[in-house]
């Protein structure tokens, strides 16, 4: 068979096993109330120690824009996840910490989903997700030409 199917047929691969990922992580996540987005601000947040970040840190981090990441700051207050408070250096900025009930959640939540996705990836012994992360970053340098 020619590369060209085979071009084609990793690419539809690929997309498939995002969508299913994306269908699993999504179930694992509402089982403790979260979405992939709101999980992802919030170990941001709890990876500082307790140090916060600016709206504008943590929409760079997550990749996204300043009103995506206003929206979903937004959500997280109203969820009493997320405190937003005066930044002592810039008064026209905000700092965001995790409330007491978000650091519960991620003590609770972190050693779970670590857990859960160690044996999502069980069924590739070391070499091999070795290989697969070496093969992704190859993939994503690609992209960029």
């Given amino acids: 068979m020619p590369d060209n199917y085979f071009s084609i047929r990793t690419l539809i691969e690929l997309t498939v096993f995002q ?3 994306d269908d699993v992580l999504e179930m694992h996540f509402s089982r403790y109330g979260l979405s992939r987005a709101k999980f992802n601000a ?3 947040l709890y990876m ?3 140090q916060g970040l600016t709206q504008s840190e943590l929409g760079k981090k997550l990749f996204v824009s300043r009103a995506n990441i206003t929206r979903l700051i937004d959500r997280l207050e ?3 996840l997320v405190a937003r408070k ?3 250096a810039d008064k026209r900025a905000f700092q965001l910490y995790l409330t007491d009930r978000a650091n519960i959640l991620m003590k ?3 050693p779970i989903h670590n857990q859960y996705v160690h044996k999502l990836m069980s069924v590739l012994d070391t070499d091999e997700k070795k290989l697969l992360i070496s093969l992704l970053d190859k993939l994503k340098k ?3 030409q």
Avoid: M, N, R
Wanted: avoid cysteine.
């Fill in 142 to 144: 690609g992209l960029d």
């Fill in 86 to 88: 005066a930044d002592p």
């Fill in 19 to 21: 969508d299913s990922l």
């Fill in 108 to 110: 609770a939540f972190v």
């Fill in 42 to 44: 919030l170990i941001q």
């Fill in 78 to 80: 109203k969820e009493d």
């Fill in 48 to 50: 500082t120690g307790g």
